[in-house]
């Protein structure tokens, strides 16, 4: 059964909150891993506020589904998820990769409520992943494991000993989302270390796979709910994404995979982000097709112009 209209509502109206956080936290910290962080946004909403079995009462309640943000670097938007489900004080988000605050550019598992492993050290997600999948597995019980991956991180070598081993192991209790915005700190990812066909690739691996829109709600709702029936294999996600998505004059630009704003930036992302939220609020109800991030064909780059000139100053991929 497809999303009905009100749960596709709630859906973009909590990711258009999010995507303020993810805005908000950035200019509070002085800079972040905003472009990333956007691109990133619908998964985590569709997961947190719909796909995913999650206690908002409890973060380490024992039934819960795992989740693995292997793409530790954007941890300026997971932060805003985790306020939001009362598992961190919301006012903290203003301390975000100060001196002395918790709340690290890569967030720590043993420190901040509701993250399961430490990561950001690209490569290791999955195969954390493959370990709690099979736990899971050993423990009979249901609880379902999901990884997400940025693009650029599947230069890692790691990434694709993990996908032989969860292929081997038959594990479909586990679900692989590539966060695919198609920009890398370096540049485009096919210009730095070419990297389709990301489906075919993980397909020969043994996995199943879908390939969609990853700012399409129902797109990525068919996606997951396929990924529940699966049986006998592990099942993988390509996202189609824009980097920095749902500010124009940011969007598709790997420049803008980290960067600082200041207060004049500051206000023309938000403006930029409430008029993005306004169209894709009103595409709820306009004909099939006319929702979503305006993701291009697979494969195809982005060639996005800022108008606004970053200031780069941290590392990172996807």
């Known amino acids: 059964m497809g999303l009905s209209r009100d749960e596709r509502l709630a859906l973009e109206h909590k990711a258009a909150q999010l995507r303020r956080s993810t805005v908000d936290v950035t200019y509070w910290a002085g800079s972040a891993h905003l472009g990333g962080g956007l691109s990133v946004n619908d998964v985590l909403t569709y997961l947190y506020y719909h796909g995913m079995h999650v206690n908002p009462a409890d973060p380490t309640d024992p039934t819960r589904d795992r989740f693995l943000l292997s793409k530790g670097h954007c941890g300026v938007a997971y932060v805003g998820v985790l306020a939001d489900l009362g598992w961190i004080p919301a006012e903290e988000l203003r301390t975000f990769n100060l001196t002395g605050s918790r709340l690290g550019i890569h967030l720590d598992a043993t420190k901040v409520p509701g993250v399961e492993a430490s990561t950001g050290s690209l490569g290791h997600g999955m195969s954390i992943a493959l370990g709690m999948a099979l736990a899971a597995r050993q423990l009979g019980q249901s609880w379902r494991t999901y990884c997400v991956v940025g693009d650029g991180e599947l230069n890692e070598g790691s990434n694709w000993e993990a996908a032989m081993a969860m292929a081997h192991y038959r594990l479909d209790n586990l679900v692989v989302i590539v966060d695919r915005n198609r920009c890398m700190i370096d540049g485009p990812t096919e210009d730095v270390m070419g990297i389709e066909p990301i489906d075919a690739k993980f397909a020969a691996f043994g996995f199943e796979v879908r390939r969609v829109d990853g700012h399409d709600y129902d797109a990525l709702h068919e996606a997951f709910e396929a990924a529940k029936v699966c049986s006998g294999r592990p099942f993988c996600i390509v996202a189609d994404t824009v980097k920095a998505n749902g500010i124009d004059f940011m969007a598709g630009d790997?420049?803008?995979?980290?960067?600082?704003?200041n207060e004049d930036m500051h206000g023309r992302c938000v403006a930029a982000l409430e008029e993005y939220a306004a169209a894709r609020l009103a595409a709820v109800d306009a004909p099939a097709g006319a929702v979503g991030g305006a993701a291009p064909a697979p494969g195809v780059p982005l060639a996005?112009?800022?108008?606004?000139?970053?200031?780069?100053?941290?590392?990172g991929v996807g």
Request: no cysteine.
């Open 254 to 261: 790997y420049r803008w995979h980290y960067g600082a704003i």
């Open 304 to 315: 996005g112009v800022s108008t606004g000139e970053p200031v780069r100053t941290a590392g």
